[in-house]
């Protein structure tokens, strides 16, 4: 099992539409994750930090799950500017961050 | 917030020749940076770990004497890749972690786009 999964996608989605992606971890041991948005050919940029509690920011809403280890992010009201690469990031003991291999979102008119 | 500067946006290299990317915090200290290749469309590739002061940590499957890694300082780690081949193209990126102040948040460079013709 890979460390991190994320569902490649593509979610395809019209403007307006509430969209949650995944990411299943398999270490226990992680300690900090966190989704980053990746736009193409740019470097990813930290969208949210996903704390135990949720967390909200605006239409983003992250929520951790440690039992069923996964983290999830909700994306409601999706912009067509929403569209690009979501990637789950985690640290853990080592701090190496691990990447899952994102999820690719597309807002159409 | 935390910037992570990287040096150069885009490269053009001839073939066989070596390029250098800078990598450089700009308002924290990094004792541990890392390299990661992207092809298009994939996904980050870790290509190792570097350490202040110390040898860079390399991942299975990247040669250390292709891509050497310097960091000499706690705000600056370099990627030099020798001997360039066309195979070699791709989107480097650097990034750095931040301190337990910032959460752990992983920060990274602009990237880098080299290509070798």
């Known amino acids: 099992r890979k460390e991190v999964e994320q569902d490649p996608g593509p979610f395809n989605v019209p403007e307006g539409a509430t969209v949650a992606f995944n990411c299943t971890y398999s270490n226990s041991a992680s300690q900090s994750f966190f989704w980053y948005r990746q736009d193409c050919r740019k470097e990813p940029k930290l969208l949210m930090s996903?704390?135990?509690s949720g967390n909200e920011d605006g239409r983003f809403t992250a929520q951790l799950n440690r039992a069923s280890q996964y983290i999830s992010l909700l994306i409601r009201d999706s912009k067509l500017s929403d569209s690009a690469t979501y990637l789950c990031v985690l640290l853990g003991g080592s701090y190496i961050p691990t990447f899952g291999r994102g999820t690719s979102l597309i807002v159409h008119p | 917030g935390a910037v992570v500067s990287q040096h150069p946006s885009r490269v053009i290299c001839k073939s066989g020749t070596s390029v250098k990317i800078e990598c450089r915090s700009l308002d924290f200290q990094a004792t541990t940076m890392f390299w990661y290749r992207q092809f298009p469309k994939q996904s980050l590739m870790l290509m190792a770990t570097s350490n202040e002061g110390s040898k860079a940590t390399y991942e299975q499957g990247v040669e250390k004497d292709k891509f050497l890694i310097n960091h000499a300082s706690l705000t600056l780690s370099t990627l030099t890749v020798t001997s360039a081949h066309p195979e070699d193209s791709s989107f480097y990126i650097c990034?750095?972690?931040?301190?337990?102040?910032?959460?752990?948040?992983?920060?990274f460079g602009e990237g880098s786009w080299l290509t070798v013709v």
């Open positions: 996903v704390y135990s």
């Open positions: 990034s750095a972690r931040g301190g337990a102040e910032s959460g752990n948040t992983i920060y």
